[in-house]
């Protein structure tokens, strides 16, 4: 199965500041088949982006995904109040579906 | 919009058969591929194993020998069993719906609020 490495493990920042966060995967990612997903406490995952780059209907432009291969990256341009929570890569390319353990973005 | 619903007991015994039944609304569940996920503190979020009402399956290797996910087209919803419980079970699990048409939109796209399952006597 494809493990997906995320870094940092916490990213403490301020609203207004720029996050970027990292995702790894131990083999490369078949066709950029990576997404990204935010978590807050008590709920469930939201889908920000799929296919590496496209963002998911109702997700601000502010987030934005790049990457390919093996090394993929969640930017979030402008950190607003609600973005401090947990976000999460997953790769559906090959089964098993894999996340990554998740970064959390604290302020 | 589409939502999705999670029931089941909360708590399960170990050794035994943790059962959970997934409604859906919003959507017809004949038209995409429905997946069970799990969240523990010990192994984040864990895929356990999806189905498409054509009787296609798909699981989790690390489960495969306890899963079983099936469909009641009838009742709009899909449901998982997973056999031999232990404390490891223990976890929160989701339900989630798969988008449709191309393969890039494969995504977990919509997901149920989550249901919280001990395994302990």
Same mark, same amino acid.
């Given at each position: 199965e494809i493990v =997906?490495?995320?870094?940092?493990?916490?990213?403490?920042?301020?609203? #207004?500041?720029?996050?970027? =966060?990292?995702?790894? $995967?131990?083999?490369?990612?078949?066709?950029?088949?990576? $997404?990204? *997903?935010?978590?807050?406490? #008590?709920?469930?995952?939201?889908?920000?982006?799929?296919? $590496?780059?496209?963002? $998911?209907?109702?997700?601000?432009?502010?987030?934005?995904?790049?990457?390919?291969?093996?090394?993929?990256? =969640?930017?979030?341009?402008? =950190?607003?109040?609600?973005?401090?929570?947990?976000? *999460?890569?997953?790769?559906?390319?090959?089964s098993p579906r894999?996340?990554?353990? #998740?970064?959390?973005?604290?302020? | 919009?589409?939502?999705?619903?999670? @029931?089941?007991?909360?708590?399960?015994?170990?050794?035994?058969?943790?059962?959970?039944?997934?409604?859906?609304?919003? &959507?017809?569940?004949?038209?995409?591929?429905?997946?069970?996920?799990?969240?523990?503190? !010990?192994?984040?979020?864990?895929?356990?194993?999806?189905?498409?009402?054509?009787?296609?399956?798909?699981?989790?290797?690390?489960?495969? @020998?306890?899963?079983?996910? /099936?469909?009641?087209? @009838?009742?709009?919803?899909? @449901?998982?069993?997973? /056999?031999?419980?232990? &404390?490891?079970?223990?976890?929160?699990?989701?339900? &989630?719906?798969? !988008? &449709? !048409?191309?393969?890039?939109?494969?995504?977990?796209?919509?997901?149920?609020? !989550?249901?919280?399952?001990?395994?302990?006597?």
């Amino acid at each position: 199965e494809i493990v =997906l490495t995320q870094s940092p493990g916490t990213l403490s920042l301020s609203p #207004g500041e720029r996050a970027t =966060l990292s995702c790894r $995967a131990s083999q490369s990612v078949s066709s950029s088949y990576l $997404a990204w *997903y935010q978590q807050k406490p #008590g709920q469930a995952p939201r889908l920000l982006i799929y296919g $590496a780059s496209s963002r $998911a209907t109702g997700i601000p432009d502010r987030f934005s995904g790049s990457g390919s291969g093996t090394d993929f990256t =969640l930017t979030i341009s402008r =950190l607003e109040p609600e973005d401090f929570a947990v976000y *999460y890569c997953q790769q559906y390319g090959i089964s098993p579906r894999t996340f990554g353990q #998740g970064t959390k973005v604290e302020t | 919009q589409v939502q999705l619903q999670e @029931s089941g007991p909360g708590l399960v015994k170990p050794s035994e058969t943790l059962s959970l039944t997934c409604t859906v609304s919003g &959507a017809s569940i004949s038209r995409y591929y429905w997946s069970w996920i799990r969240q523990s503190a !010990g192994k984040g979020l864990e895929w356990i194993g999806r189905m498409y009402t054509s009787g296609s399956t798909d699981y989790n290797p690390s489960l495969k @020998s306890r899963v079983t996910v /099936s469909v009641d087209t @009838s009742k709009n919803q899909f @449901s998982l069993k997973l /056999s031999s419980v232990t &404390a490891a079970d223990t976890a929160v699990y989701y339900c &989630a719906k798969e !988008g &449709a !048409g191309d393969p890039v939109n494969r995504v977990f796209d919509f997901w149920g609020q !989550g249901t919280r399952v001990t395994v302990s006597s």
